[in-house]
């Protein structure tokens, strides 16, 4: 069987199962959850295991004919990216369902059920090489995120979780008409038969149609990351999601934006990629510093987290648009490191919210006193959320900015403000919550980790300082992916040629 | 020779105190904490004695950190003579100081029971990160032992973290130091640009074939990272808040090593600035002008750690001046006999903070010499060092850079040499105001304290004295920085020296031999005093126009303002007109069979005019 299609099964049947246990032992419920995704986790270990490291195509490919008119194929493979963002998928799933064993008391099998069916949907849409089934995957991840959202979030639930909703369905609508557009003109939905066309100029587009195709694409995925301005959806959900849905927002949800622009919209749409990268660009760093500033003066745990992501996504951005190697190699670590990192810090702030029952930094202080083991897990965090070298995040942001400079010198001066910015609310956060004297609530309500919650978050510290100290093991297939990625961005259809319309042509006569 | 085991011993001690040194009992945490940095040292010593005479590089590679297309970072360290001789500062005074340790802690617990074992794991874990520093074959090697060490730095301020100026501090120390690290990072983005790599030996090599003004503007880049390490203006407001911090992290890390990492790396990379003369000249401009502003600063405090603190910085200002007037290793010899004067003045201010249960005021101090003689003498020794009196330790470097300044810019060396009359002064002040006279304090019986405490005192206070004299820093140095061909020129030094005995003589005048002399020329001179004794108002000036501005502007105007009030009030108000419009829209969906025939029947009656427009159905 294949494998990829073994990692799809294993949650869908996980989702399906989990409906029919009995209602009445929610216990079954989360002991069911934490075996399924923890097999899926130990199965898409194979994954890197197998993955031939020196290839730079996509591997464990299936294709099979799905629906025959219009022809849509069942067709998944990986590449060296969504390799690892799959990995980190499968990751999270186990960790998230060790975090929610005490703090969902309602509707457990239902939560639990829906984490599966969010886990299949993520993996698929990381694995989907037809671009209806993308779509379909697109769409599903969204559905169980909605309702995680607004059954078992905070007071503001309904609000956040429609508004979730419409922001990434507007996103959506654009690119199902964008890729129904693409197969009108190509006959095919599937990606590796769209770009061969491309590179072999049987397929074209005219620059305005690229134009138009690409932003159709880019804004759901924009929407998606999200890039300045349109992340206001992102504070609200995080805010009241619970903190299970906080972490695969963040760590995984978000990331489906940047593959998005990373896996589609270069290679498909090279020139008006290249064409709108310095727009683009000037969005990231606006991002990057305004994400840092808003973050600085939230009163709000979570909210602070939420802006900080808007800034470090910005990262992955640049990257991307700088078409260096070094920044889109940056930018997919850092997707991979936010995720780690941030979805520690959602971790840890569920943590605290569970014993304190608040998310206001005001209603903290002196945490350290009380738990000191918790103090020093979100200082590693914050450590590596602020990018401090051996940790994972700094590997990426400095590949990215060093990508940038090499591309234009001024966006790296730009975006190395957030890193200055980062240390700011981030130890300011750290300060207000863990030192000071602690307080009376702090003191009867804050004991320090269980072993429930060290098994959740030891992984993730693992990771932080694996991927800071040994990048090797990661970066290679990485590498190799965006490295394919910008040999296809360079094939410059019509685009430029219409620019300097007749020159090449007069030379040659 | 396993250079990556100088390090990894530290870190080990560290990892072993920091997972499990709750458990231990005091004697144990030291075993590890102790024990590993004196084996680090003892590798040191091993490993500099087996690499023979160092005139190359020896460099060892141990794995690929980060690699993405042709470009490559290894773990790499490397060991040549400058690297020798920060080795045996950071680990020889690093010993010293965490031997001292024990006594200085042994009563203290910080905020909560544990406190012990945690400052040990921190303190180890800084000299992992120094070493990283010193040891690293790269720019980005270093870079991590330098924000590696920035972190310790954090820590160890806020070590007392239930209090909130301690960890104000230390957020301080690490955010100016994130602004140095901005220029530092931005530097090393245009070395690859310019060079295409970050390893020392290929950028040096390839460095003269550069274009000039890009090995300025990487100099330029490059020392604002110094002076946020190293506490040069504009950032070096920082260090004298770090007080906040136990005295042996003052003396390890806010004075002996960690500071002067900015003078090793513009030593280090002294191949760009040597043809970058511009930003040569800045570095000596800010170096002068440091030593001088930070010098005028330190009469006015009562804090005896707040003095020695003012007067790193103006010492390291020295460093910077040497390093600026093609004296690197003038410099560096400045930074070796700082680190024993500057790491005894701290830590025998430790040890009288010690001896009054806690008090650091000099004005709560007096008369101490007869009650801790020890501590006394062994401060004494580091206070002529510091003040140029030959032949101590101090003299030999401060006049190694003294007369370089006069060969690079006459006014420097006069800057300079003021600055030497002001640096004796304060020094000697806070001596006299804490030894001579009567004692003021609340604390009946100061004692001196523990041979533990003692014995790197007596030591540090040999290498004060002596230390200019055994160890010949410019000349172990030459290979690398050959010595310059100046005249002895016997004048700039009798003056340079005659300065330090004047600040010495003044400073004993006005508080030992007429003790109400200082209060009468402070109220003489109000407003130049009221202006030196607030720091010239510096970090209210911070606070004014770059702190208060940006929290408050990113409050109101982009939080409020921009992102709830505009960007998502633009995508509510999206929302509810499409909600406005489905209401309107509502109103025909009434339920009422006849309503929806008579729709029905418009709707039909429609579509057959149009058809009918349009030219019929053929």
């Known amino acids: ?310 800034s470090h996504l910005g990262f992955v951005i640049l990257g991307i648009f700088s078409f260096t190697q070094l920044g889109l190699d940056g930018a997919v670590y850092q997707m991979l490191n936010h995720g780690i990192s941030t979805g520690a810090l959602f971790v840890l702030v569920g943590l605290l919210y569970e014993r304190r029952h608040s998310l206001e930094i005001k209603d903290y202080g002196g945490v350290s006193t009380v738990a000191p083991w918790l103090a020093t897990v979100f200082l590693i965090t914050t450590l590596a959320s602020i990018g401090l070298p051996t940790l994972n995040n700094f590997v990426g942001e400095f590949l990215v900015l060093q990508g940038a400079a090499l591309a234009n010198y001024t966006w790296a001066v730009y975006a190395a403000i957030g890193v200055i910015l980062s240390a700011c609310y981030m130890l300011w956060l750290y300060q207000r919550v863990f030192y000071g004297e602690a307080g009376e609530q702090v003191r009867s309500h804050l004991p320090d980790m269980n072993l429930r919650e060290w098994a959740a978050v030891v992984p993730l510290v693992v990771m932080m300082v694996w991927m800071g100290v040994y990048s090797q093991s990661f970066l290679p297939p990485v590498s190799k992916t965006t490295a394919r990625v910008l040999s296809q961005a360079q094939v410059n259809v019509p685009f430029q040629v219409q620019l300097r319309p007749n020159t090449e042509v007069a030379r040659a006569r | 020779m396993q250079l990556w085991l100088i390090p990894l011993l530290p870190f080990a001690g560290f990892l072993i105190n920091g997972l499990f040194g709750r458990r231990f009992s005091k004697g144990v945490v030291n075993v590890f904490a102790i024990g590993s940095v004196v084996l680090s040292f003892a590798w040191v010593l091993k490993t500099i004695l087996g690499l023979g005479d160092l005139t190359s590089a020896h460099v060892e590679h141990y794995f690929t950190w980060i690699q993405s297309g042709t470009f490559n970072i290894g773990c790499d360290f490397a060991v040549d003579r400058l690297t020798a001789v920060m080795l045996l500062v950071v680990t020889g005074v690093g010993s010293l100081i965490h031997i001292y340790a024990i006594g200085y802690m042994a009563h203290e617990h910080g905020p909560h029971h544990g406190g012990y074992y945690r400052f040990f794991a921190y303190l180890n874990l800084f000299m992992f990160f120094m070493l990283v520093l010193v040891l690293g074959a790269n720019f980005l090697v270093l870079f991590v032992g330098w ?42 983005f245009y070395i690859v640009k310019t060079f295409g790599s970050l390893d020392f030996a290929t950028v040096f090599q390839k460095a003269p074939t550069a274009p000039e003004s890009a090995l300025t503007l990487i100099g330029l880049l490059l020392m604002v990272g110094a002076a946020g390490k190293s506490a040069q203006i504009p950032l070096y407001v920082w260090l004298p808040d770090a007080m906040a911090g136990p005295t042996p992290v003052s003396a390890l890390i806010h004075a002996a090593t960690m500071v002067t990492a900015g003078v090793y790396m513009t030593a280090r990379s002294f191949a760009i600035y040597s043809h970058a003369p511009a930003a040569l000249d800045v570095i000596a401009i800010i170096g002068v002008a440091t030593a001088f502003f930070a010098a005028t600063i330190g009469i006015a405090q009562n804090d005896i750690k707040k003095v020695f603190a003012y007067s790193t910085v103006s010492q390291l200002g020295y460093m910077f001046l040497g390093v600026g007037s093609h004296a690197v290793s003038a410099g560096i010899y400045h930074l070796v006999t700082h680190a024993f004067f500057k790491a005894l003045l701290f830590l025998g201010s430790g040890s009288v903070i010690h001896a009054l249960s806690g008090e650091q005021d000099l004005r709560q101090m007096g008369g101490l010499r007869s009650k801790i003689p020890w501590t006394f003498w062994t401060m004494m020794c580091a206070a002529v060092a510091i003040s140029g009196i030959p032949p101590f330790a101090g003299f030999f470097s401060k006049d190694a850079i003294l007369v370089a300044a006069y060969a690079h810019a006459p006014w420097m060396y006069w800057l300079g040499t003021l600055t030497a009359g002001i640096t004796a002064f304060y020094v000697f002040r806070a001596m006299f105001m804490a030894f001579f006279g009567d004692y003021r304090g609340h604390e009946h019986h ?173």
């Open chain 2, 446 to 618: 100061p004692h001196e304290s523990p041979p533990v405490m003692m014995i790197p005192l007596v030591i540090l206070a040999a290498l004060s004295l002596a230390g200019g004299y055994l160890f010949k820093v410019p000349q172990f140095l030459a290979p690398m920085f050959p010595l310059a061909e100046a005249p002895e020129n016997f004048t700039l030094v009798a003056v340079s020296v005659g300065a330090g005995v004047a600040g010495i003589l003044l400073a004993y005048v006005m508080y030992v031999a007429q003790p109400g002399m200082a209060d009468s020329l402070a109220s003489g001179m109000k407003g130049l005093y009221t202006l030196v004794y607030n720091k010239y108002f510096v970090d209210e000036i911070y606070d004014a126009t770059v702190v208060n501005p940006l929290v408050g502007g990113s409050r109101i105007l982009l939080w409020r303002f921009a992102d709830v009030g505009i960007i998502d009030g633009i995508a509510n108000g999206i929302g509810s007109r499409a909600r406005d419009i489905g209401g309107i829209l509502r109103r025909l969906q009434s339920g009422n069979i006849r309503s929806y025939a008579a729709w029905v029947l418009f709707g039909g009656v429609l579509v057959i005019v149009a058809m009918g427009m349009a030219g019929g159905v053929r």
């Open chain 1, 1 to 310: 069987m294949n494998l990829l299609t073994l990692l799809l099964a294993l949650p869908l049947a996980g989702f399906l199962i989990a409906l029919l246990l009995p209602r009445s032992s929610p216990h079954a419920s989360r002991t069911w959850a934490l075996g399924i995704s923890l097999l899926t986790f130990v199965v898409s270990l194979a994954l890197p295991a197998m993955f031939d490291r020196g290839a730079a195509g996509n591997q464990f490919t299936l294709d099979v004919p799905w629906i025959s008119t219009p022809e849509i194929h069942y067709h998944v493979a990986v590449d060296g990216v969504g390799l690892w963002l799959l990995l980190l998928s499968t990751f999270l799933t186990p960790i998230c369902v060790l975090i929610s064993w005490r703090s969902i008391q309602n509707r457990v099998k239902e939560f639990f059920a829906f984490l599966l069916l969010l886990e299949f949907g993520l993996i698929g849409v990381f694995i989907a090489q037809d671009l209806f089934l993308f779509y379909v995957f697109w769409e599903v991840s969204l559905v169980p995120m909605y309702f995680l959202v607004g059954i078992w979030g905070h007071e503001r639930r309904i609000y956040a979780a429609v508004k979730f909703f419409l922001f990434t369905m507007a996103g959506s609508v654009l690119m199902l008409a964008a890729i129904i557009y693409v197969y009108n003109r190509a006959g095919t939905f599937s990606y590796p038969v769209l770009l061969d066309m491309l590179q072999s100029g049987r397929l074209s587009f005219a620059p305005q149609e690229q134009l138009y195709l690409f932003l159709a694409f880019f804004i759901a995925f924009a929407i998606k990351v999200p890039i300045f301005p349109l992340h206001t959806w992102l504070p609200d959900a995080h805010v009241e999601a619970p903190t299970a849905g906080s972490v695969m927002l963040a760590s995984v949800m978000l990331k489906m934006g940047t593959y998005g622009i990373l896996h589609f919209c270069l290679p498909l749409f090279p020139s008006a990629s290249r064409r709108c990268a310095p727009w683009i660009v000037v969005l990231a760093i606006i991002g990057i510093i305004y994400g840092a500033l808003v973050s600085m003066v939230q009163p709000n745990m979570k909210k602070l987290v939420a802006y900080s992501s808007v």
């Open chain 2, 147 to 188: 924000e590696g060490v920035g972190l310790c730095s954090y820590l160890l301020i806020g070590f007392y973290f239930d209090k909130k100026f301690a960890t104000d501090a230390g957020n301080k120390a690490f955010i100016v130091n994130r602004i140095g690290d901005f220029g530092f990072a931005l530097a090393m």
